[in-house]
């Protein structure tokens, strides 16, 4: 875990005034227990929010002790590795849950989220992901968690339908503009089918693109020169493809029942390459009504030396061209999106896999 600092920057309170919540992109029980998230959410880092994935909650259980007597107990009962895991996590998203509580009525329930994983297994299983996500949901018992879904093929038609039977949810594994639109697509879809139900449309949603795998793929396949400006580009592409949808007919009629944005969330925001500045696509991505979920590391960087240079403007700035630049350097923009999105499922998968190693091990161990 990061180590914790004083806040000296004003960045954090600039970039919530602009429109823009920060999140932070882990979960532990030792930020929990120790107050440390507390501490996040009341001083000036201004975190609104939190995300979680496999490999956060991997890094989380198999290097402490703090899940132990909870594994130990849970054990005995007969849980499998999977089910028991659901367990853990629950318990540290609904603690979570309930301290965001505050900033979750302060701002009209649009801040105060944090986020739950379906199994990454399921990703392209729509029925399955839809019979979890609605699973864990009712479960977990409170309003402000996101259950996640992935923006996959398989996983679009499991976002509309999970929408539709009011289950809020933060798509991820986004990586280009057409995957956002795709998922604001199932969305939109969900929320129309609810007003012909004669139900309300106000079911909260979040879509997450990952930017910095974008400039990690590519570092060793550009020029100097463009290194370290895809990531930032599909971020302000898709930024306009949002802000362009916010303004469209469709939209406008929804919202006039009741409706409220699906928010475009910026996700894997912490700096890959050593020579780039670690705030590189927080100040780049400072985008109004979004969300950017950071790690630790990344919060408190923000949060020392963070600076801002303006909001990004709704047209998305320069991404065309600078898009435009990568593919001419022979980058296929749309190969290898879906190269992402696949590599990011197996990360996932992978990390999951070790995640429920790590509890079997553990509860054997301690039994």
Known sequence: MATETSTRSEAPRKLNELGQSLWL???????????????????GLSVTGLTSNPTIFDHAISKSSAYDADISALAKKGLSSEDLFFELAIADLTRAADLFKPVYERTATVDGWVSLEVSPLLAYDTAQTLAAARMLHDKAGRPNLFIKIPGT????PAIEEAIFQGVAVNVTLLFSTQQYQAAAEAYLRGLERRVGAGLSPDVRSVASLFVSRWDKATMEKLPQKLRN?????????????YR?????????RLENLGARPQRLLFASTGVKDPAAPD???????????TVDTMPEETLLAFGDHGTLQGALGADGGNCEQ???AVAAAGVDLGALAAQLQKEGAESFNASWKNLLKSIETKSKALK
């Open 25 to 43: 992109d882990n979960i532990t029980r030792d930020i929990l227990n120790n107050g440390t998230l507390g501490r996040y959410i009341s001083s």
């Open 153 to 156: 093929p398989e996983g679009i």
């Open 229 to 241: 400006t895809l990531g930032i580009a599909v971020g302000q592409q898709s930024y306009r493809a």
């Open 244 to 252: 362009q949808l916010l303004a469209s007919d469709r939209w406008q």
């Open 279 to 289: 705030t590189l696509y927080v100040t780049a991505l400072a985008a109004p009504n």
């Open 322 to 324: 600078a898009l435009a």
